[in-house]
């Protein structure tokens, strides 16, 4: 199944659905579909992908097809990421603030409890969290920005 082909039936299945989640996963696998296709992707690559959407069988009934397509898209989002390095659009930011909230709050936490136990937890924590999360956001941007100028976002 190549592009075009997904691309034709996910849009088939976006004008059947009346739900708002539905359309919301039909219309990310679609704007990630016109975004290979608009990529100068080698002949190997393309291959790749078409045998990939093949294996994913998109066309299968299933009762529940909220679940199925996003799962589906996961899969087809982790396997552009591990088989080409390409990446959606904010990936590291987001990245970036979570593990900058994690790492954050630790060390917060620990130098809140270091100075003051009842009252600098709180504090510690709630400060770490808030600028690891920018500190995280920063890092992730400037990642980001390195993924757009090497053609790996999609």
């Known amino acids: 199944m190549n592009i075009s082909d997904t691309s034709e039936l996910l849009n088939s299945l976006l004008s059947e659905t009346d739900k708002k989640s539905e359309k919301k996963i039909y219309n990310c696998f679609i704007r990630t ?3 290979l296709k608009n990529k100068d992707l080698t002949k190997n690559q393309s ?3 078409q045998e990939k959407l093949s294996s994913l069988d998109l066309k299968a009934t299933t009762e529940n097809r909220k679940k199925f397509y996003k799962q589906k ?3 087809f989002k982790a396997f552009l990421k591990n088989k080409f390095s390409f990446t959606s659009e904010g990936y ?3 990245m970036g603030m979570v593990y900058g ?3 954050g709050a630790g060390i917060g ?3 809140g409890t270091a100075i003051n136990p009842p009252l600098g937890i709180s504090i510690g924590l709630s400060i770490g969290a808030g600028v690891g999360m920018v500190l995280g956001m920063i890092y992730g941007a400037r990642k ?3 993924a757009k100028r090497q053609g ?3």
């Open 33 to 35: 579909l016109s975004s």
């Open 47 to 49: 291959h790749l992908i």
């Open 73 to 75: 898209l996961s899969e």
């Open 92 to 94: 590291y930011t987001g």
């Open 101 to 103: 909230m994690i790492f």
């Open 109 to 111: 936490l620990s130098i």
């Open 144 to 146: 980001d920005a390195e």
């Open 152 to 154: 790996r976002v999609i």
